[in-house]
Every structure is written in C-alpha cells, then in structure tokens.
C-alpha cells in the first residue's frame, strides 16, 4: 500500500496570507489527524477528522481549519498566517485507533 | 489538562551503551504508544503497551508500561548508529487525539 501523502512539502508564506495543505491517507484509512511540529511546543494535536466529520479538535485557534472528503483526503488550512505558524505540519492516517502513520509533512515558513 | 511529560530531553551516549528515556502522565493512560522520528524525518510508530505492568521486547528495545498506567519507559540495549533519532511516547485522550511527550533526542557517537 503506498504510504500517507503530503502536498507540497514546502511552501514560504508571508504574514497575513493563507495557506491549504493536503494529505492523502492510506487507502482504507478513514481517520486522518493534523499535527504541528516545532521545536518548541513539540508535537501538538490540531484536529481529527473521521468520515468527514471533526471528532477531536486541539486548543488551536479558529484561524486553524480543516475538512476530510469523501475519499478521506484531508486538507487544513491556515489563515491570516503568523510568524510563530512556522512549522512542519504531519498529518497521520489510522485504521482501528491503533497507530497512527505518519506523511513526510509540509514545512510551512512564514516570513 | 492532561499532560505527558518526557525525560531527558536529549542524551549521547557513546555507541554500544544502553539508553533510556521515561514517560510520565498527570493522569491514568488506557494506553501508550511509541513513536521514533529519524533526522529529517516523520514519527514512525514503535510499539503500544496496553495492560499494567506490561513489558515488550523488540530486539534491543524494551518498553514498560507503570502499574499505575501513568509512566512508560523505553529501554535500548548497547545502542548504534542506526538508533539515532527522537523518541515519543503518546497517550490518548479521547479517540485518535493523542497527547506526544516532548520527545528525548538521542545521539550516538561512534
């Protein structure tokens, strides 16, 4: 089975602009989760979504959004960035809440 | 709210000498999870413990999960090179939302 996708793997924003990042999970996975990465906070749960619907979401703010379709692809979307939304952002797919796999990321830089 | 808390934060050690990295939950997990991230890389799961008391050996890895289901450890027998990276614990909170330790980045020198 090929393994979760990220799209793009890097992306250079500016303050104030808005970004959609995209994961496709493994194929029968239904459960696609968001994570921010920085070397500071750490791994931090941004939301989950199942079936299209968000079952769990994270203390982000509002300007941190996502969906699922049909197919389970997932996307989330950042707006009017910040400079501390630089990070890599990991989306993870699952099965039956057991692991999680991860994608390679997208390194999002906002200057 | 819940938190999960790693110890140490980094650690080197010299090629061939054990290692070790511990998981310390404020509250009762139904279960742990481990995760290691290369350089570079994305988490990639390691294990799940889920009864108390439990112990699991993956070669030189061995995980432990506390009687209280409230701390983890990870134990890494005469590490090499290859054992490079972060390792996470991770505990659920409610369906797949998972609370990460900070992480413990291990070096090795050769």
């Known amino acids: 089975k090929a393994g979760v996708t990220q799209t793009p793997r890097y992306l250079i924003k500016t303050r104030g602009q808005q970004v959609t990042l995209s994961c496709s999970p493994i194929?029968?996975?239904?459960?696609v989760s968001w994570y921010q990465q920085t070397p500071g906070q750490g791994l931090q749960f941004l939301f989950e979504y199942f079936s299209e619907t968000q079952r769990n979401k994270g203390n982000f703010p509002g300007r941190f959004s996502g969906r699922q379709f049909s197919n389970s692809r997932s996307e989330m979307n950042v707006s009017t960035l910040e400079l501390g939304d630089s990070a890599l952002y990991l989306c993870?797919?699952?099965?039956?809440?057991?692991?999680?796999?991860f994608g390679p990321g997208t390194r999002l830089t906002v200057t | 709210g819940q938190q999960v808390m790693q110890i140490p934060q980094y650690q080197h050690v010299q090629e061939g000498e054990d290692f070790t990295t511990y998981c310390n939950s404020s509250?009762?997990?139904?279960?742990i999870q481990w995760y290691k991230q290369r350089p570079g890389g994305h988490p990639v799961f390691l294990i799940q413990?889920?009864?108390?008391?439990e112990v699991k050996k993956q070669k030189r890895l061995t995980f432990q999960f506390g009687e209280a289901k409230k701390n983890s450890s990870l134990h890494i027998t005469a590490t090499q090179t290859t054992d490079v990276g972060t390792y996470f614990c991770?505990?659920?909170?409610?369906?797949?939302?998972?609370?990460f330790g900070t992480g413990t980045s291990l070096t090795v020198i050769p």
């Open positions: 413990l889920v009864k108390s008391g």
């Open positions: 991770a505990g659920p909170k409610t369906g797949n939302q998972f609370y």
């Open positions: 993870a797919s699952n099965y039956n809440s057991y692991e999680q796999y």
């Open positions: 194929s029968g996975h239904r459960s």
């Open positions: 509250t009762t997990l139904s279960n």
